[in-house]
């Protein structure tokens, strides 16, 4: 229409045909479809600009979300034709987002909070396979026509293989800068390690393919030196033992290869012709280089040597000892001897007490005999010294086959100090048990029990089944008894140790309690 200021509108006519008073007429109504018209001319402009956009472009009808629009780049990214695409839905394409979630999704555009949602995802093609994809939704709604979704998607494949690609290299970046400083690490213990260090490897003869300062150091050159000679060039013709050098490095290889590990003493030669002793460790480094070994090794001349110092000085003293005990006992027999000869032509009763003196002297003298004849140089093993010194009494007093022996418990040992008392004090118990515990001829049995408990106490009871003993109080003997039962407890104090006096029904008891010395604290209780 053409109105008469010039102005052009476009307009839809309604004409109908109406009668009035008889007469026939046409009535005609015009309405401005200005609007529309500039609407269907954009949206014919919008279709031919999605219809050759290379992005995939799905219009969905914001109530139904199924797609009423698909463009050919859409058909071709998903592998659908667009009379399938037209009966499917967005979550038709996308196995992440059922309708619930879809819907979700696009809510604030619909409720007006947002202007565009974009997110990334998978869309499955026809043919099963996924492909990664960018979308961008934005909400449409014109008035007259139904509220749209408009879904642009671009398949994102080659920025994520891209984006993959430059993810692995920077992880293969990081990697290797991780693995140039694990070698700097490495080279610097390797260098800096006081122990020689070398690597042979089997492929190429044995040879030496690396090594240390330290073992450069020890074979008296330079690593240029070194490297590139083989375990032969540093090893004597034979070892120390007779032995090839060469047979025994096969062996050695040998038992690595079956093994992974091996650990021996080894006598090297230095480039000089000098040899010295170390201790050598092999192992594989790596299962992927079955051919390599890596080789420890640190010098061991310092501690033989001391050790054969140490060696000598405990031989040496081994001896001082032995000819020490040795000469005691020898010196202790000559006293002995001279206390018989003193015997000869005295009173009984002189003859009697330089007897017991004799016997003291004897106990003592075992003692040593004892420490020289032992395992042990400073310790007594009291079980054997209590049946010898028990047995030599028995004969010395006449009670053999009268009076047994018997003897129950295990053995302990005590060191010098605490030996020599404790036998002094055996030898006077025993020795009263002889003389005193059966008169007249009677028979009967002297018991001996050794016992260790486990707080280290030993525990050393007589007691004899004769007669018994009249006792005043409970820690001092009649005078009727030897005079050597009176110093008994004085010798017990001397060793730290308690003397008691068992309550026996028959016979007399003793219980000698010896705590544990410092030496048994320190070193264990024997």
């Excluded at 206390?339 to 009173?347: E, F, K, N, V, Y």
Aim: glycine share 6%; net charge negative.
């Amino acid at each position: 229409v053409l109105f008469r200021s010039g102005l052009e509108m476009s307009c839809e006519v309604f004409l109908t045909r109406i009668t009035l008073e008889g007469r026939t007429g046409v009535q005609g109504t015009i309405r401005d479809v200005s609007e529309r018209k500039a609407n269907q001319s954009m949206l014919l402009e919008f279709k031919a600009t999605v219809d050759n956009s290379l992005d995939a472009v799905f219009i969905v009808d914001a109530n139904t979300l199924q797609f009423n629009y698909v463009n050919h780049g859409a058909c071709l990214q998903v592998g659908y034709s667009p009379e399938q695409l037209l009966q499917m839905h967005p979550y038709d394409l996308n196995p992440d987002y059922p309708e619930a979630k879809y819907r979700e999704l696009v809510e604030p555009l619909r409720s007006l909070e947002q202007n565009y949602v974009q997110f990334e995802t998978v869309h499955r093609h026809n043919d099963g396979h996924e492909l990664p994809v960018e979308v961008f939704v934005q909400y449409i709604s014109l008035k007259g026509e139904r509220p749209r979704y408009i879904n642009t998607v671009r398949d994102i494949s080659e920025r994520k293989a891209v984006e993959a690609a430059e993810r692995a290299m920077r992880e293969r970046e990081a990697e290797d800068a991780l693995l140039r400083e694990s070698e700097a690490k490495f080279r610097s213990l390797f260098d800096q390690a006081p122990d020689g260090i070398m690597l042979v490897d089997l492929a190429f003869g044995a040879h030496i393919v690396a090594c240390n300062k330290a073992a450069a150091a020890m074979l008296g050159g330079t690593d240029q030196q070194i490297i590139g000679l083989t375990a032969r060039d540093i090893s004597p013709v034979n070892q120390p033992s007779g032995e090839s050098s060469v047979e025994l490095i096969e062996k050695g290889i040998k038992e690595v290869l079956d093994t992974g590990v091996g650990d021996f003493e080894w006598m090297v030669q230095r480039l000089n012709g000098e040899t010295f002793w170390a201790g050598v460790t092999i192992a594989r480094p790596s299962m992927d280089k079955p051919t390599e070994m890596l080789v420890a090794w640190h010098d061991l001349t310092s501690r033989i040597e001391a050790e054969q110092q140490l060696r000598q000085q405990l031989q040496e003293r081994e001896t001082l000892l032995d000819e020490i005990h040795h000469r005691v006992k020898n010196n202790l027999q000559v006293v002995t001897s001279l206390l018989s000869l003193q015997q000869r032509g005295a009173t009984p009763e002189v003859a009697a007490a330089l007897q017991l003196s004799c016997d003291r002297i004897s106990a003592i003298s075992l003692i040593h005999e004892q420490l020289y004849g032992g395992e042990w140089l400073s310790k007594v093993d009291m079980r054997s010294f209590v049946e010898r010194l028990s047995t030599n009494l028995s004969r010395i007093n006449g009670v053999n086959g009268r009076v047994n022996l018997r003897f129950i418990g295990s053995s302990f040992t005590l060191n010098l100090a605490q030996a020599v008392p404790c036998a002094l004090i055996v030898n006077e118990l025993i020795t009263n048990a002889f003389k005193h515990a059966f008169p007249d001829n009677h028979v009967g049995t002297v018991t001996v029990e050794l016992h260790q408990d486990a707080d280290g106490t030993r525990r050393l009871i007589t007691r004899d089944d004769g007669v018994g003993l009249s006792m005043t109080n409970s820690t001092k003997p009649k005078s009727t008894m030897a005079i050597g039962l009176a110093l008994l407890p004085r010798m017990a104090q001397q060793m730290g140790a308690k003397l008691e006096i068992l309550s026996l029904e028959a016979g007399t008891g003793y219980e000698l309690k010896i705590p544990p010395s410092e030496e048994d604290i320190n070193e264990g209780t024997s």
